[in-house]
């Protein structure tokens, strides 16, 4: 299957029997109440626009837009719609065929001209701390939408409010520090190897300490993930072929990546670059964390940490991998960690991708329902496996409330001294 | 009747509708929007509505309703959109009224056990939300997670549990409705009886013919003691027929006795992984609840008709996740008949118990006849049967025969001395099937009661009643059947 300008395919609509079976489990659908803004909806218009009933217009985009890529209607799914690849489909042939407003257009370009370079990124990420002190995200509120200026507001109030720790150094060979059971790669990332070197570090730590040599080559790019999602699939190609160009020949029993978002296309580059044998190849080898580990088994000596930690179920880990007990596992390996669960807990937290940046709103309802249900349960520390999901958490959250990957617990709980 | 043109009086309903929904959502100008309330679950009918109405209030309703019996405007109820009759589909240049983001529960009674919710409100909800006082919402259709309270009234929508327990009808004591002349009336009360005529029964299945339900007053019930399940495999349909007539036979009323065929199992398997057999030619599903003395016993007697019947296996559920993921599996059935092919028709036909297995060879010589497969679920207590038939919509030839097979399935059934819904309700689709069933003075005496109700013929017209346009000039003419006449058979 290749993303393209032509459209979702007849044949994976066709698929979709009009049920409405993943009505209750759709996000936008419990917000707005709208056929249209559902993913049996959304599948018609596709639908429909197949067979010249409705055009490629403003409001056709306005309900593909809306849709948070979130993947849960696939899960709640009984009839097997490939919904994930009907989407990018959708995605990619308003990028290609629809003319959007000229603001609307500045604003991705903005985004994708940014997010995907970690060169680029560094110096918005040191603006973000500085302006969390000097409070200039109160720009963000009463601007729910709009121009490049309330978007340039929405993601410095995203970013967190301490530049995180330094990345780990590239281009090295990390090795086991335990028992040798193979080697393994670790992918770094755009954001979050600007964002998020503290995880990246944990993952060595935890995966050296489990018996592997952690190879973490320098000069990977971004995935291409954010892009393909958003429908950016010319952007979503090229990031995703370099990315295979540089790391295609390593030798690694598996590559590892921290981000869920990143996983989902990382295991189906098949579909970005189809027919491509070395891209083939190294989807196959690609593994979340979470599932490693867990497939893997635990062999390190894990210390007590007593807390209690809020679990949130990325979407692209829970839904667009099925990913769902491994990440419980891990963290009741911990002893003296106890896991519990938000109410709704299968709901989008609104991050999404770009989500949070151009659909501001429905992601500000998202994020403060996702993290009251969070406060309600009195956590130490909120844990989710995706970077996207962290920082959306944590800008809708008391600042008192810790945040972090599960597998910085699992390192945190190496280094702690045995009581 | 207003005098002005169509399009002017529905240019001037877009222009007031708007102010009448205050809380609410008017749809007027995004054609793709329109677009997806063209169908309901039921995707082979389809008409793009002028407008659609996301109502919060009964008083948006209301106003909405009034506008539309001013200025002589066609509109139709919707719920969730699950109707497999095409009952929601909207009338050519009419409106619909969703109800959907009317979904809230005003108060649940522990005491006299009443919910009284709103029309939007999921039905699983409502057990969902009554179970931490130990009570639950009765009526259990296959798409409870998704359909509408105001769906099932509309529909008297049931589900397997409804052998034991009844259709929604048992369980709605009152309904809040918003009539087609744009008046709010309460029919029935909070007490099972009430005096008079039952208006509140005649508005119950009335498939959104007599006005718009706004709140409904549900009955609870509290959660059996103790509740079994089995799954029985068997090696031939007939055979498992034979075992849901002994059951019954013994004066057993289980809760639920689901029946499926081979390839209904295989696609439910697919879907959802229940841990059914693929080797078995047909499966039952029965549940026993009420105290758990009572249900020890029952369960023994089940088992032994199925055992005596020839059952292959018998699974128990071991607990509520294993009781769970066998329903799960059986809830999943229609949509899970997307894996087996591109498209396929849901029929929903009733008939005598005793009929059952020789129905289904009955189904097979006619599927075998136009080379097409038929996937088979029922509610086997109720002689209530699903078949699904399978085709390629890319084929037109294909198309046309499934549809010609699943209309054939149907007159089987009146054929039989059964009925041609038993739940799906008659909408769009079976529209012209009422008049196999029915003679013109039965039809005329229903018309007379919806005219006293509608008298401009506004409130979901062209569904339920065979229309000329709808059925060609000469609707068949019921016939009764030998059996009916010789008094063997009863029509219901
Ligand atoms: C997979 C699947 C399984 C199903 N299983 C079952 C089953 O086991 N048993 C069963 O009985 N049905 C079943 N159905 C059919 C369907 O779910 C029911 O008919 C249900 O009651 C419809 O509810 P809804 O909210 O989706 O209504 P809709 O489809 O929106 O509407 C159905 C009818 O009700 C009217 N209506 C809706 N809301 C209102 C209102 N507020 N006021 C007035 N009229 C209104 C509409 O005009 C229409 O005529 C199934 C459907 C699917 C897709
Ligand atoms: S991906 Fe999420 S938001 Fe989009 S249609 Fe599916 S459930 Fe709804
Ligand atoms: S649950 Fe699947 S088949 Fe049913 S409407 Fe949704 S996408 Fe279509």
Not at chain 2, 473 to 487: I, K, M
């Amino acid at each position: 299957m290749s993303v393209g300008a032509t459209g979702p395919e007849r044949k994976l609509i066709d698929t979709c029997v009009h049920c409405g079976f993943c009505l209750p489990a759709c996000p936008t659908y419990q917000l707005s109440s709208n056929e249209a803004e559902s993913p049996r909806g959304r599948i018609d218009l596709m639908r429909r626009y197949l067979d010249g009933a409705i055009g490629l217009d403003a409001d056709f985009v306005a309900h593909i837009d809306s849709c948070l890529g979130c993947m849960a209607c696939v899960k709640a799914c009984p009839s097997g719609v490939d919904y994930e690849t009907l989407i990018v489909e959708a995605k990619s042939m308003i990028h290609a065929s629809f003319q959007r407003p000229s603001r609307q257009r500045l604003v991705r370009k903005v985004i994708f001209a940014i997010m995907p370079y970690p060169a680029r990124m560094r110096p918005l990420a040191r603006l973000g701390s500085l302006s969390k002190r000097l409070g200039v995200e109160r720009i963000a509120k009463g601007r729910a939408s709009g121009g490049v200026a309330a978007t340039l507001a929405s993601a410095l109030a995203l970013l967190p409010r301490v530049a995180n720790s330094a990345v780990p150094a590239r281009n090295r060979l990390y090795s086991a520090s335990a028992p040798r059971r193979g080697v393994v790669g670790l992918l770094t990332g755009c954001v979050s190897s600007v964002l998020f070197g503290s995880t990246e570090q944990a993952a060595i730590d935890v995966l050296c300490a489990e018996g592997f040599d952690v190879l973490v080559p320098g000069g990977q790019g971004c995935c291409g993930a954010l892009a393909e999602h958003a429908g950016e699939a010319p952007l979503a190609r090229r990031l995703a072929g370099a990315l295979v160009a540089r790391l295609g020949r390593e030798q690694v029993d598996a590559w590892i990546t921290t981000s869920a978002g990143c996983g989902s296309t990382l295991k189906s580059y098949d579909r970005l670059l189809p027919g491509n044998p070395a891209s083939r190849e190294f989807s196959e080898r690609v593994r979340d964390i979470h599932e490693f580990l867990y497939q893997q088994g635990l062999r390190a000596d894990y210390k007590p940490l007593g807390m209690r930690v809020a679990y949130h179920p990325a979407c692209h880990l829970a839904n667009a991998q099925g990913i769902v007990d491994e990440p419980l596992a891990l963290l009741r390996a911990i002893p003296g960690c106890e896991v519990v669960l938000p109410g709704q807990s299968g709901t989008c937290c609104g991050s999404a991708g770009i989500y949070n940046l151009v659909e501001p709103a429905t992601a500000q309802v998202l994020g403060k329902a996702k993290a009251s249900s969070i406060a309600e349960l009195h956590a130490d520390v909120v844990a989710t496996g995706n970077p996207g999901c962290l920082l959306q958490i944590a800008r809708y959250s008391d600042p008192g409330l810790a945040s972090a990957h599960p597998v910085e617990l699992l390192a945190r709980s190496l280094r702690a001294s045995t009581a | 009747m207003p005098i002005a043109s169509l399009s002017d009086r529905i240019a001037e309903f877009k222009r007031r509708v708007v102010e009448l929904v205050p809380h609410g959502e008017c749809i007027v100008g995004d054609a793709p929007a329109l677009s997806s309330y063209g169908a309901d679950g039921l995707i082979r009918f389809r008409q793009t509505p002028e407008v659609v109405v996301l109502a919060k209030s009964t008083e948006e309703v209301r106003a909405v309703v009034s506008l539309c019996a001013e200025l002589g405007i066609p509109f139709v109820g919707r719920g969730s959109g699950t109707g497999l009759s095409g009952g929601a589909v909207p009338p050519a240049h009419g409106v619909v009224i969703a109800a959907s983001a009317m979904k809230g529960i005003v108060e649940i009674d522990p005491v006299d056990r009443i919910a009284v919710v709103e029309p939007g409100v999921a039905n699983l909800v409502v057990s969902e939300r009554s179970a931490p006082l130990g009570l639950y919402y009765a009526p259990d259709p296959s798409s409870q997670s998704v359909c509408s309270i105001g769906g099932n009234v509309a529909e008297n929508s049931g589900g397997a549990h409804c052998l034991k327990y009844g259709f929604t009808t048992n369980h709605v004591l009152a309904v809040e409705v918003v009539l087609p002349d744009g008046s709010v009336e309460v029919l029935g009360g909070e007490s099972p009886f009430e005096p008079g005529l039952d208006l509140r029964s005649s508005f119950v299945g009335s498939e959104g013919t007599l006005g718009i339900v706004t709140k409904v007053w549900l009955r609870l019930l509290s959660r059996p003691e103790a509740v079994r399940t089995l799954v029985a495999d068997f090696d031939s349909v007939e055979s498992a027929g034979a075992a849901v007539s002994a059951i019954i036979a013994a004066g057993i009323v289980p809760a639920a006795i689901e029946m499926m065929d081979a390839l209904a199992i295989e696609a439910c398997e697919k879907a959802v992984a229940a841990g059914y057999s693929l080797d078995a030619a047909a499966a039952l599903i029965v549940e026993v609840d009420g105290s758990q003395e009572e249900v020890d016993a029952l369960y023994e007697e089940v088992k032994t008709a199925c055992i005596t019947c020839g059952t292959t296996k018998i699974r128990e559920a071991a607990d509520q996740a294993e009781r769970s993921r066998i329903w799960l599996g059986r809830k999943a059935a229609f949509a899970a008949a997307g894996r087996l092919a591109p498209a396929y028709i849901v029929q929903d036909g009733v008939v005598p118990r005793t009929a059952l297995s020789s129905i289904l060879g009955r189904i097979q010589e006619l599927a075998n006849q136009v080379g097409l497969r038929v996937a088979n679920v029922f509610h086997a207590g109720d002689g209530n049967l699903h078949p699904l038939v399978l085709y390629n919509p890319d084929s037109t030839q294909e198309s046309e025969a499934a549809e010609k097979l699943a209309t054939e399935i149907v007159e089987l059934c009146v054929e039989i001395g059964g009925s041609i819904t038993g739940e799906h309700g008659v909408g769009l689709e079976k529209a012209c099937s009422m008049a196999a069933m029915f003679d013109d003075g039965d039809l005329e005496a229903m018309q007379r009661l919806r005219v006293a109700f509608d008298s401009q013929g506004i409130a979901n017209p062209g569904k339920v009643f065979p229309t000329p346009r709808l059925c060609g000039d000469a609707p068949g003419r019921y016939r009764a059947h030998a059996l009916e006449l010789s008094g063997e058979a009863v029509r219901f």
